[in-house]
């Protein structure tokens, strides 16, 4: 079974800074997703950005974009220019196959200071 | 297009009664899901379905059923509540038949759901 791992429960940036949230996952297989989603107070699933395991290059999408490690199993999520819209919590996801089951991390807890 | 819609938003229930939450989508896609999310762990896949009149158990099926009798709808029913099922219950679909991203998830805005 796959398990995705969020070790960082909260997290603080300055608004117009930059920030990393880090997510590892463990699994076997060659062939696979991965996903940010942003939930902010609204509760709202929104994806940020999804990764394709058989591509190198990493995902990047507008002030978002990840660091793909496939060897470390890493898939960290950089947030560029914070801005105050960006206070949320932020789960890493991964999935095996389509039609497959999401497995989430735990999330991160990301406050955006003025 | 509405994407993903559930309803209700919020609901209170007192403990052996039941409800259906509903949840509906008007993009064609075929697979569609059901998560609940408690504090400090993520979301959990409760049912899911791979089309109409496909339906099989996730990660914790106990005290839910659901059933897809159409493309669009997958509720979600439970047959007695219990206060364990206070959680935010979300809905999820993806694979549209061609084109596009089809392994990615749109989420519905959720059902918080209070059993007391």
């Known amino acids: 079974a796959q398990t995705v791992t969020q070790s960082q429960p909260e997290m603080s940036v300055q608004e117009a800074e930059t920030v990393t949230l880090s997510c590892t996952y463990d699994?076997?297989?060659?062939?696979?997703?991965l996903f940010w989603y942003k939930q902010p107070p609204s509760r709202q699933m929104i994806l940020v950005i999804r990764q394709e395991a058989y591509k190198q290059q990493n995902a990047t999408e507008n002030r978002f974009s990840v660091n793909f490690q496939k060897a470390a199993k890493s898939f960290s999520l950089k947030i560029s220019d914070s801005q105050l819209g960006d206070t949320a919590m932020y789960f890493c996801?991964?999935?095996?196959?389509?039609?497959?089951?999401?497995?989430f991390g735990t999330g991160t807890r990301l406050a955006v200071r003025p | 297009n509405a994407g993903v819609t559930q309803t209700p938003k919020f609901q209170v229930l007192k403990t052996g009664q039941s409800m259906t939450l509903q949840c509906a989508q008007d993009m064609n896609h075929e697979y569609m899901s059901w998560y609940r999310q408690d504090p400090g762990m993520g979301l959990r896949l409760i049912h899911y379905?791979?089309?109409?009149?496909?339906?099989d158990q996730g990660e914790v099926p106990n005290g839910y059923n659901v059933s897809r009798s159409t493309t669009e709808d997958f509720p979600l029913r439970l047959l007695s509540a219990a206060p364990s099922q206070t959680s935010v219950y979300f809905c999820?679909?993806?694979?549209?038949?061609?084109?596009?991203?089809?392994?990615?998830?749109?989420f519905g805005p959720g059902t918080r759901l209070l059993v007391l």
């Open positions: 999820a679909s993806s694979y549209p038949p061609s084109g596009g991203a089809t392994e990615t998830q749109y």
């Open positions: 699994t076997s297989e060659n062939n696979y997703y």
């Open positions: 379905s791979v089309g109409a009149g496909i339906t």
């Open positions: 996801a991964f999935l095996l196959n389509r039609g497959d089951k999401l497995t």
